[in-house]
């Protein structure tokens, strides 16, 4: 709950640096007690300073857990931060700490975190290095990695494969046509009339989520003009209404939108992984074994057990009702592994108690890899969170970092979300060459939140023969031109771009990826007019500076999080500013 809550508070406080009387002083209430101040200074805005104002926060609740305070106590200390510091509607402020009450109270009674470790993962870099407080754990890895080989394109003619990626659907069954885009609450298009308010398909300029109707007509447009052999369907399917979810409202989300496909595709194959918005609260994906049946995720599990295993068969389950991953063979020689990357998710306050391999899946993720490896089978990989994001924890993201690099002639491409933004990252061997190993899809999101055109992905793979790469020959980026859907009525889904034709990439493998990579950080205007513009679909009037450029390009390259060697030209500021503008909450 507490770091939810910072997720919403901090991004509207006016400083980003401790202040140097702070610096001088070992805890954030040491400050106060030596200045005079008081926690009263902290609520009614007498203490400035965005970093300050969350150590202060974060200290004065555990102050009162070690005080053993009553569970009341604390949530009234957290109701009376929300709302006497207008960071919410008094309605958002209750609803939202009522949400995180349990799942947060079961963990923050059993471990104190240090302050500047919570307020780094909810801010930013810019409230300097945190202590380590993961001691860091290694999966075991085999011997025995094959040379390395070069890729040869496919001769054209041959067999292709046709996929299609939604991700961050984020259907919002409360959207209302004409309702308030501005509306004083992080998730508007809900409630009041307008008469510039809610387009019927969809709203931008606001943060706004999508009706199902918008969806379904993606649904349509795939299955009519993309035609794909099988989707990945990258989680992330309730609206943002983070505030005010229960279970039985995202597993309705979870039906209705898994029968909507199946409508569309009854004999198209779909490939699904969790999003770190599947569960409710938010984030909350406690490990197999980490808490009482009452607060684990098997209510989640079990579910998306029951209604995967329409596209699934029965040997793929089990792993998905204990942890939610699975793998399953697509064809002879291609399987299909689905990850469930919120055991890496920094806001996933479970792994606070113990973020050993989480549901043992790294561990899993390595028996599968060798075992394909062994009998010559390619392997798509799928997920939502991407690993080498700061939103993914480091110990995680190194060990699978490993992972990729000892697998690399075998894992052949890996397709994520959880951005709504349209990038890649990169990641490179180990070895002394440091040849790049492999690279991750960052899918766009299909929901518009926030001021985004609802988006598809459609990749074309090598296909099904022998001796096949099933690396991807293309991919190709479809918004949907949601001005002309609310004025007339007429939903148009536009070709963007493809990476044939924008980038001149004849296939998209790690080789050409970094070559792509390198022809970007020679040519800025050639990454202004392709890369910036497509990351945020054609916004024209979205600057990027010096500090933007120089983020980006290190965006490309940053495979795995917590990588001093990677952002070290970037100053904290920079780091920061860009850090909140592509934090996805």
Known sequence: MLLVVLCIILPTATAYHLTPEFREHSTALDFLRTTNKTFDDLIEGRVSGKCLACELFVEAVQLLVQNNASEDEIVSLLSRACTTLHIESERVCSYIIEEFRSEFLSVVFRLLLHPAWLCYAAIGPSCGEPPNIFPY???????????????????DGLPTLRVVQFSDVHVDLRYKTGGKKDCGEPLCCREGNSADGAGYWGSLEADCD????????ALTFAREELKPDFILWTGDIPAHDVWNQSREQQLHHIQITADLISKHFPDTVVYPSLGNHESSPVDSFPPPGSTTEKLSNDWLNKFVEKIWSRWLPPESLPTIGYAGYYAVQHSEKLRIISLNTQYCDNLNFWLYLNNTDPGDMLKWLVEELTWAEKVENKVIIIGHIPTGRSDCLKAFSWNYYRIIDRFEATVVGQYMGHTHQDHFALQYSEESDHHPTS?????????TFSDLRPSIRLYTLDGDRKKSTYRPLKSETYLLDLNRANDKNETVWELEYDSMSAYNLTWLTPDTMDQLYRRFKGDRDFFYKTYWQYKFHMQPDRPCDDSCYHYNLCEMITGRSGDPTICKNLSLKEQEKHFQLNKMC
């Not at 999508?210 to 007509?217: M, V």
């Not at 690279?439 to 929901?447: D, L």
């Open 137 to 155: 754990w290694n999966v075991t890895i085999p011997g025995g990695k094959p040379a390395r080989q070069s890729l040869v394109r496919p001769e």
């Open 210 to 217: 999508i009706p199902l109707r918008t969806f379904e007509n």
């Open 439 to 447: 690279f991750q899809f960052i899918s766009p999101s299909t929901t």
